[in-house]
């Protein structure tokens, strides 16, 4: 059975960063972070396609994220810089697959989840 496990969530000061990390158990063709903002559905956040390493980023986040990937480890990074009070959220990683060389960011997409990694960001 997949499963992934988050970590390197905690509380920081607005402009602040943090780095989290996703371990999966089996390597799939997708990584991606989601987050769930209190009172809101989750969103997409960025994903990669682990063959290539090509990624997207959500246009809320976008210049303050980079997502990459060790393959001989099967983990995936997610380095936020310059974080705002409203990306207090848990940020869930997410496996799936793809027959393309990208990865969307559509929720139905991604098969496996974890638990997720709470990032607060205080003003």
């Known amino acids: 059975e997949l499963e992934l496990v988050e970590s390197g969530g905690g509380s920081v000061q607005a402009g602040g960063s943090l780095r989290i990390s996703c371990a999966v158990s089996i390597s799939t063709l997708c990584m991606a972070w989601f987050r769930r903002v209190p009172g809101k559905e989750r969103e997409g956040v960025a994903s990669?396609?682990?063959?290539?390493?090509?990624?997207y980023y959500s246009d809320s986040m976008k210049g303050r994220l980079t997502i990459s990937q060790d393959n001989a480890k099967n983990e995936v990074y997610l380095q936020m810089d310059s974080l705002e009070p409203a990306d207090t959220a848990m940020y869930y990683c997410?496996?799936?697959?793809?027959?393309?060389?990208?990865?969307?960011?559509?929720?139905?997409?991604?098969?496996?989840w974890g638990q997720g990694t709470q990032v607060t960001v205080s003003p």
């Open positions: 997410a496996a799936g697959n793809t027959y393309y060389d990208h990865c969307r960011l559509r929720l139905y997409d991604y098969k496996y």
């Open positions: 990669i396609y682990t063959r290539g390493s090509s990624a």
